[in-house]
């Protein structure tokens, strides 16, 4: 129903957001090479999108929240 599809629609912008923030905190595989000891670099990237997530999982909750609320 149209109620669905406008909770599919939030899920699908919180996801493509999520997306948007981190597209640029990857590295390419050049840019790996390049790097004397990419370890610590690749743990850093680990470390933000756990930060990320994180923040991400109260407004999961929330859609959550809002999908299983009685009507």
């Known amino acids: 129903d149209s109620l669905d599809t406008a909770r599919n629609f939030d899920l699908m912008l919180l996801l493509n957001q999520s997306v948007e923030v981190n597209h640029d905190d990857f590295l390419l595989p050049e840019e790996i090479k390049n790097t004397i000891n990419p370890i610590p670099t690749l743990e850093s990237e ?15 909750e929330n859609l959550e929240d809002y999908n299983y609320s009685p009507n």
């Open 46 to 60: 680990i470390e933000d999108t756990t930060n990320l997530i994180s923040a991400l999982e109260p407004e999961i």
